[in-house]
């Protein structure tokens, strides 16, 4: 039943519920394959890729000929090493920025392209985003240059936002919060109809996940850029553990990136991620996150603003400033708590 149960909470990523019960699973029998897998699958989830490759191991030795069994351990062991050989040749120098890579200029936008164009190729208008929706429904390609030009508009935009971000919410209007769009264009096109475009009086919230596992993840999150610079006081998006370097290895976001653009782009989209805000305050009542508490606040009867703003999100190889932030995006709350803001 347990493990039943962390299968289901898997699939809508209650990770932290899937880890209890694969663990609660693994107690009654400790000779249950599949529930050291569920297990493995949740740490892997929730970037404990150590404790993920233990349990992967365990599995792949009992079953060697099992494919997706040795998929799971052998892109989970290269993570590992990964992360291993970077803090091995890991030295205390500046970041250099891929920002520093691009040169706009040198990507001309060629005569037969019929696409959008943004105005005065810099600015994003009503206009342009309608003719984006044409464009991606119709699945044609945005220009590279107006897609690296977004990209580091929007990143310029968030390097400024801070951690937590305040939503006043005029007494008796209308907002609207979305949850994981993990890469479904037409969904996100049935949301826009059923509810109208964002616009100044159509406010929306986008509360993270919005690649991976679908196949146009590239037009969902460039449509949700292209809103957030055309409405930056009324159309917001929070960081969900999907929007994040070594989640979009695994699930398919870098993959895209590289088929209909390049690797520098994938660069450039890690950076952004980085820049995301990890929660919003909506008129100073309710809070909204991907996840949950971070750990170390979960333990505390109590919690304050100043507990979502104690982090610079760039600290991004620090493991206190990754903990905090993952547990932001990832972490399934458990237990009740009071909030003071």
Not at 1 to 20: D, H, K, P, Q, V
Not at 29 to 44: F, G, T, V
Request: aromatic residues 12%; proline residues 3%; glycine residues 4%.
């Amino acid at each position: 039943m347990t493990n039943l149960r962390s299968i289901a909470n898997l699939r809508i990523e209650n990770f932290g519920y899937a880890l209890a019960d694969a663990n609660k699973a693994i107690e009654n029998d400790k000779s249950y394959l599949k529930a050291y897998y569920r297990r493995a699958a949740a740490h892997m989830s929730l970037g404990k890729y150590k404790l993920a490759l233990k349990d992967y191991e365990r599995v792949y030795k009992v079953r060697p000929n099992d494919k997706d069994a040795k998929t799971k351990f052998t892109e989970c062991r290269k993570i590992v090493q990964q992360i291993a050989f970077q803090k091995a040749i890991s030295v205390d120098v500046k970041e250099v920025s891929v920002v520093d890579k691009i040169n706009l200029e040198s990507m001309a936008v060629e005569d037969s392209y019929d696409g959008p164009r943004l105005e005065n190729e810099t600015t994003v208008t009503l206009d342009f985003m309608k003719q984006l929706l044409e464009c991606y429904r119709n699945q044609k390609k945005l220009h590279r240059r107006y897609a690296f030009q977004i990209l580091l508009d929007v990143r310029k935009y968030f390097s400024e936002q801070p951690t937590l971000v305040d939503v006043p919410i005029p007494e008796g209007s209308k907002f609207t919060i979305c949850g994981d769009i993990h890469g479904q264009f037409y969904d996100l096109l049935n949301i826009f109809e059923l509810n109208g475009l964002p616009s100044a009086d159509n406010p929306y919230l986008f509360n993270g996940d919005f690649v991976d596992r679908g196949s146009f993840s590239v037009e969902c999150i460039f449509t949700l850029f292209g809103f957030k610079l055309l409405y930056p006081d009324r159309f917001f998006m929070s960081r969900g553990n999907h929007e994040s370097e070594n989640m979009n290895k695994m699930y398919g976001f870098e993959g895209e990136v590289k088929a209909k653009y390049s690797a520098l782009m994938v660069d450039l989209f890690t950076e952004v991620y980085n820049w995301l805000p990890l929660c919003h305050c909506l008129d100073s009542k309710v809070l909204v996150m991907h996840g949950g508490l971070f750990a170390k606040v979960r333990a505390a009867k109590n919690h304050s603003r100043c507990n979502f703003l104690d982090i610079s999100r760039r600290l991004y190889e620090k493991r206190s400033g990754r903990r905090l932030r993952q547990d932001r995006v990832s972490t399934c709350p458990t237990q009740k708590a009071t909030m003071d803001f």
